[in-house]
């Protein structure tokens, strides 16, 4: 068994839901400790919600030598749900059909074991490389994210550390390994919407205010609005509900007040401001009772075509023979607050088909090219 494959089955073997790390940190310090990394633990939260946090940083024959390439990732993973749903235990690394099972193989303790192996090999090839090679790991990725990255961003940038470019473990891949690397990612704005009505009986609807049906051609005026056309590197803003509550239960009572969740997935044609103010001048036109409160959850991030990028799609190349595609698409991930402290963040990982799911999996044959691709990267960075 490769040394990869190795480490990611005591990855999986940890059950860390979020925000337990469950010990994956520590082991992976302690390999990484013996490479020459200088360790940190940056953990933050109450006792009762600990997010762990490690940064490690080996620097490079110079000193603190620039470029500085970090590897950052997460080891929680979501819950598993219900075990007798799983082919095996999501707990205990299983082999079926030439694929690895396991909760996290894919989301993404692949490639934080890819990473680190990938380190550890260019590191006792390399001993006296240029430049110098960091990790950041986290326990709260998949859950609130507040005591995770963005801590950790903001304890780096007080000193004024160095970061040229950042690669985010994510599982990017869609078909084959290496066919696809996120250079952005859309921004995020929530909004809770509150219509006011007057409740009363539905038998006499003139002593009542439906808030349920004033609210509705508003509703249907922002789903049916262009917020921006996108660009070159972004798909169009997108406008999305997820959920309505109004009502008592009751079906012959008229609701006092309807309550509207909603998304924005905005590009870096449109603003959170911009957003919020259209959003305001459609409900003040349609003339509702209402209050609004936001949630801004991450803005967009873009690394355009450069150093970074070349490295990477180049190491896929020279290891899949593959040419992948930049994309922008999908959820938030952390690399919108690594955006903020360094220039250049692209993700790239593994086939992300079985993400969040039953039975999640990856193709155990994809592991070694996975941490190839990231040693390669070091070497046409570091090199």
């Known amino acids: 068994m490769s040394q990869t494959l190795a480490l990611l089955e005591a990855l999986i073997a940890r059950p860390s839901v979020t925000p337990d790390d469950a010990g994956c940190q520590d082991l992976i310090a302690e390999r990484l400790g013996r490479c020459g990394f200088e360790i940190e633990r940056m953990d933050s939260g109450p006792a009762d919600f600990r997010v762990a946090n490690l940064w490690a940083i080996r620097r490079g024959s110079a000193g603190d ?53 990938a380190a550890e090999e260019f590191v006792a090839a390399h001993p006296a490389h240029a430049g110098s090679v960091a990790f950041l790991l986290t326990s709260d990725e998949e859950g609130p994210a507040v005591d995770g990255t963005v801590v950790c961003c903001e304890r780096l940038k007080a000193r004024q550390q160095r970061l040229d470019y950042c690669i985010v473990g994510e599982p990017t891949s869609v078909e084959k390994l290496g066919d696809m690397v996120k250079n952005g990612r859309r921004g995020t704005l929530s909004g809770k919407l509150k219509v006011r009505g007057i409740q009363g009986h539905v038998a006499y609807p003139h002593l009542a205010r439906n808030p349920v049906h004033q609210a509705a051609p508003a509703l249907a005026e922002l789903a049916a609005t262009e917020w921006d056309r996108g660009n070159d590197y972004f798909p169009a803003t997108t406008f999305q509900i997820s959920n ?96 903020k402290i360094c220039q250049e963040v692209l993700e790239f990982g593994p086939i992300n088909a079985t993400i969040h799911k039953i039975d999640e999996n990856v193709p155990a044959d994809c592991i070694e090219p996975l941490k190839n691709i990231y040693r390669r990267t070091l070497e046409n960075l570091l090199l």
């Open 65 to 117: 030598a620039a470029p500085v390439l970090l590897f950052a990732g997460h080891t929680d993973v979501v819950p598993p749900g219900k075990l007798d749903s799983w082919a095996s235990d999501p707990f205990v690394p299983s082999y079926r059909n030439g694929r690895l099972y396991g909760r996290g193989a894919a989301d993404m303790k692949s490639s934080v074991a890819a990473m680190v192996v």
């Open 244 to 339: 309505i509550h109004a009502g008592t239960g009751a079906t012959n009572v008229i609701p006092g007040e309807v309550v509207i969740d909603f998304n924005f997935r905005f590009s870096t044609e449109s603003t959170p401001e911009g957003l919020k103010h259209r959003v305001a001048t459609l409900l003040e036109r349609h003339g509702l009772e209402y209050e609004l409160a936001w949630t801004l959850g991450g803005e967009p991030f873009l690394t355009p075509i450069g150093t970074l990028s070349d490295a990477v799609r180049g190491a896929i190349l020279a290891e899949t023979g593959l040419t992948p595609e930049l994309s922008t698409t999908g959820g938030t991930s952390d690399g919108r607050f690594l955006a």
